[in-house]
Nanobody, 120 residues
Framework: QVQLVESGGGLVQAGGSLRLSCTAS????????MGWYRQAPGKQRELVATITSGGSTNYAGSALGRFTISRNDAKNVVYLQMNSLTSEDTAVYYC??????????????WGQGTQVTVSS
């Protein structure tokens, strides 16, 4: 069983910053990638940023230049530093981990989500 616990969401004014954290625990043998997705009201869940076990990163266009994803493998934590926030960033942010639970089988795991609200 795998648990992902997110923290760091909240209310911030436009132009402000937030740092999200997600701690993974449980039976993951190897992590392929960790990432953040978000879902705004009435919209589909979308990719924000991902980082592979090798450190390669991928960002949504809306996040480029404003958000930074990083990870601490020793602590099984993935972070999302969000700067220059706008009202368009208001959403529930979900942590995702893709990892192997056996030698050949992998799965996607999701956190419960953390609300980020940006006031204009």
């Amino acid at each position: 069983q795998v648990q992902l616990v997110e923290s760091g969401g909240g209310l911030v004014q436009a132009g402000g910053s937030l740092r999200l954290s997600c701690t993974a625990s449980g039976s993951i043998l190897a992590t392929v990638a960790m990432g953040w997705y978000r879902q705004a009201p009435g919209k589909q869940r979308e990719l924000v940023a991902t980082i592979t076990s090798g450190g390669s990163t991928n960002y949504a266009g809306s996040a480029l230049g404003r958000f930074t994803i990083s990870r601490n493998d020793a602590k099984n934590v993935v972070y999302l530093q969000m700067n220059s926030l706008t009202s368009e960033d208001t959403a529930v942010y979900y942590c995702n981990v893709r990892g192997y639970y056996s030698a050949t089988d992998w799965s996607d795991y999701w956190g419960q989500g953390t609300q980020v609200t940006v006031s204009s």
